[in-house]
C-alpha cells in the first residue's frame, strides 16, 4: 500500500514543477487568447460586411457568420479543453522535451528559432494536410473543417479534435526538438495563431499587416483551398505545393495574375474528394 501511494505522489510531484504552469497551462491560455485577439476583429468586419470592404472579399460573396459563428466557439472551447487533457496526460513525456524556463536567449536567437519554427511547421502540416486529404481521413476527420468553404477568421480552429490535436502536435515539435526557451515558444504560438485567424479572414486587403511578414501570401491562398476543396494545401509557404507536385487549387495563380485581383464566382461544394485529386 506505501508503494502504491509513494507512487502516486511521485506522480502529482511532476506536476508541481514550474514549467508544467509555463508550457502547459500559460501556453493554453495564450493560444486562446491571442487566436480570439486575432480573429474577433476580422469576424466583427465580416458580420459587418462593410460596403467599403466588399471589394476586398475574396470569394466576392456575403459571410455565413451567422450560421457558424456559435458553432466555431463550441468547437474551439471543445478542442482546446481536450488539447489540454492531452497536454496533462502526455506531460510525463512531455516534460523531457528540452522547452525550458531558464535564462531568455539574445533575440537574434530566437528570431532564428521562430524562423524555423515556422519551415519545419509550414513542411509538416503540407504532408498533414495533403494525408487528411485521402478518402477515409477526409470523410471521418477533415470534412468537419471544410463544412466551411465561405471562410470568416473564426473558422480558422472549426475543425475535428483529432486534427486540432494533430496541428497543436506539430506547433510543439519544433520548440521540443531545438529546445527553446518558453517564452521564444509563446512568440512562436502567438504567431501561429495569427497565422490561423488572418488565413481564414476572406479579406484581400492590400493593408493587412500580417503581409509584413515576409514570404506570406495572405489569406488569397488558404482561402482557395475552402473554395475548391483540393490544393494550396500549406499554411504558409506556396513553395511546397508548387516543389511536390504542382498542387496550387485551380484558379489560383491565375487570381494572383490578375491585376487588381476579381473575386471570382464560386462553385458548388463537391466535399468529397478522391485519391487522383489529391
Ligand atoms: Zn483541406
Ligand atoms: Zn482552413
Known sequence: MDSVIDTLKSTLAIYEDERFFFIAVCSTLLSIVSFL????????????????????????????????LVPSLQRFALNNLVSFLGVVLSWPLVRHSGI????????????????????????????MHRTLHTPWLYKHVHSVHHRITTPFALTGNYMHVVEFMLTSTLV???????GAHVVTMWLWIVFRQLEAADGHSGYDVPWNPALLVPFYKG?????????????????????????????????????????PPVAAPVPEPQPQPSQSQQ
Open 100 to 127: 525550458h524556463t531558464g535564462p531568455l536567449p539574445a533575440w537574434y536567437v530566437i528570431v532564428a528559432q521562430i524562423a524555423c519554427f515556422i519551415v519545419l511547421d509550414d513542411f509538416l502540416y503540407y504532408w
Open 172 to 178: 510543439m515539435t519544433g520548440p521540443a526538438l531545438l
Open 219 to 259: 489569406p488569397v491562398y488558404h482561402d482557395f483551398h475552402h473554395r475548391r476543396f483540393f490544393g494550396n494545401y500549406a499554411g504558409f509557404f506556396a513553395y511546397l505545393d508548387k516543389l511536390f507536385g504542382g498542387t496550387y487549387s485551380k484558379g489560383y495563380e491565375d487570381y494572383r495574375r490578375a491585376q
Open 37 to 68: 485577439a486575432f480573429a474577433l476583429p476580422w469576424t466583427w468586419v465580416a458580420y459587418k460586411n462593410p460596403e467599403s470592404l466588399k471589394k476586398y472579399r475574396i470569394q466576392g460573396r456575403d459571410f455565413p457568420v451567422k450560421r457558424w
